[in-house]
T-cell receptor
Framework: GAVVSQHPSWVICKSGTSVKIECRSL??????MFWYRQFPKQSLMLMAT?????????EQGVEKDKFLINHASLTLSTLTVTSAHPEDSSFYIC???????????FGPGTRLTVL | QQQVKQSPQSLIVQKGGISIINCAYE??????FPWYQQFPGKGPALLIA?????SEKKEGRFTISFNKSAKQFSLHIMDSQPGDSATYFC????????????????FGKGTLLTVNP
């Protein structure tokens, strides 16, 4: 149980285009979903927290107009990187927290490469 | 200000040995302490977690020791195997028990564990 999926697992795009990443909780309802960014050999950096049906809360320094987050249902959240640039290339990971639990279950991650 | 300090940064252990990773936290409001294992190119996977009302928790070869007064907790991997080679992250959050409203995890910087055959 407690499986989180992400799609796509990797994506290559041209500079200036937008990319959408989906995060789904497959066997539970996620009250809260989180989006992280991870650079090679570094820890996870929280980008934003989203609760179903409400606006995402972004961490300091994260541009909310560039990283659009939508938590449309209790099983789906999306991250859209708008007007992507090479510096946005990174490993993006989502996590989901079931109702009544402290535990975050992580997705497998999405490798974004912007050319 | 880093709120969860993790050490060592890297660790090499022989097969069958014990791997020990330590973490220290500053925020006394933290009440949930998970450990995650991450393989290259994959998302972190929950290994084991503990709350401050328990001093030790064991699941198979993995044990968390928790010292509330010292604000420290550690992961012990017994009988370490080459398949345990991965990056391990400790984390902490304020959760349900403390009326946490955001459940945000604060991560340590990670420990790269290599288990030699």
């Amino acid at each position: 149980g407690a499986v989180v999926s992400q799609h796509p697992s990797w994506v290559i795009c041209k500079s200036g285009t937008s990319v959408k990443i989906e995060c789904r909780s497959l066997d539970f309802q996620a009250t809260t979903m989180f989006w992280y960014r991870q650079f090679p050999k570094q820890s996870l950096m929280l980008m934003a927290t989203s609760n179903e049906g409400s606006k995402a809360t972004y961490e300091q320094g994260v541009e909310k107009d560039k990283f659009l987050i939508n938590h449309a249902s209790l099983t789906l959240s999306t991250l859209t990187v708008t007007s992507a640039h090479p510096e946005d290339s990174s490993f993006y990971i989502c996590s989901a927290r079931p109702r009544g639990s402290d535990t975050q279950y992580f997705g497998p991650g999405t490798r974004l490469t912007v050319l | 200000q880093q709120q969860v300090k993790q050490s060592p940064q890297s660790l090499i252990v022989q097969k069958g040995g014990i791997s020990i990773i330590n973490c220290a936290y500053e925020n006394t409001a933290f009440d949930y302490f998970p450990w995650y294992q991450q393989f290259p190119g994959k998302g972190p996977a929950l290994l084991i977690a503990i709350r401050p009302d328990v001093s030790e928790k064991k699941e198979g070869r993995f044990t968390i020791s928790f010292n509330k007064s010292a604000k420290q907790f550690s992961l012990h991997i017994m009988d370490s195997q080459p398949g345990d080679s991965a990056t391990y992250f400790c984390a902490a959050s304020t959760g349900i028990r403390s009326g946490g409203s955001n459940y945000k995890l604060t991560f340590g910087k990670g420990t790269l564990l290599t288990v030699n055959p």
